[in-house]
């Protein structure tokens, strides 16, 4: 398999040349960094890249790193992935509308963006199987093709998480649950606490500071101030408790 291809939007020249450093020691090859769209588009006419990482806000820029986002998954669909030093929440829904692959805030580790390019990458490749319903997790093993319908819950575990599947098959991926959450997003996986996300189709029982899950053995610590919402995400009978 030829190395990805990646192309690097950055204003901030340092961070760009670490980027591209960093990235060609792990054997990808970086296309060109570019600070502006008209940079970009130079880039992409020599060559298209497999994947892009780009700042949102770029300094002398006419465009935001979102609209060039927008300009190279139209010319491509390919893998996104933002990097910016503002964790605004608008700024953060306008990028969702791009559908990024990740989204990275400064100042990021690199072995954090080099989990992110792996994972990113095998995940776009691997939409045949449904992009809605499957996840490539980095393994000692190579890449494991997990059926997102099977992961019960995820654990946060220091600057790692454990993902742990119905039939109590875990791994560990080491990425915070912070960044591992964002691949854990769809309507039946629930962010209980810094600990915890749950898929809700294997709860059992909700009880006071308490979820109680399908095995009947494994019990997860509920917030007061998760629970309400928490609930939301069901049909509740309304009846009278029995005197």
Not at 31 to 45: D, H, K, L, P, S
Not at 57 to 81: H, N, V
Request: aromatic residues 8%; negative net charge; hydrophobic residues 45%.
């Amino acid at each position: 398999m030829p190395p990805l291809r990646i192309l690097i939007v950055e204003d901030i020249v340092l961070t760009a040349l670490d980027l591209r450093n960093s990235l060609e020691k792990n054997g990808y090859v970086v296309t060109a960094i570019a600070r502006n769209m008209e940079e970009v588009r130079q880039a992409v006419v020599q060559t298209l890249p497999d994947l892009a990482l780009i700042d949102i806000i770029l300094e002398g820029s006419d465009a935001s790193g979102i609209e060039i986002a927008q300009y190279l998954t139209e010319l491509r669909p390919i893998p996104i992935i933002y990097l910016t030093a503002n964790s605004e929440e608008e700024q953060f829904r306008k990028a969702q509308l791009t559908r990024p692959a990740a989204y990275l805030l400064k100042p990021f580790r690199i072995s954090d963006v080099i989990f992110n390019v792996e994972l990113a990458y095998h995940n776009f490749k691997a939409a045949d199987h449904d992009p809605e319903r499957h996840l490539m997790l980095p393994t000692n093993g190579g890449l494991e093709l997990v059926d997102l319908d099977e992961v019960a819950y995820l654990k946060a575990a220091g600057a790692y998480t454990e993902v742990v599947l119905a039939d109590g098959t875990t791994y560990l991926v080491s990425s915070g649950l912070g960044q591992t959450g964002l691949y854990f997003r769809g309507a039946n996986f629930f962010r209980l606490s810094r600990s915890f996300v749950v898929n809700i189709q294997y709860i059992k029982r909700v009880k006071e500071g308490e979820l109680l899950l399908r095995d009947g053995i494994t019990k997860i610590s509920l917030p007061d101030g998760a629970r309400k919402e928490l609930l939301n995400k069901f049909t509740i009978l309304k009846t009278k408790q029995p005197k």
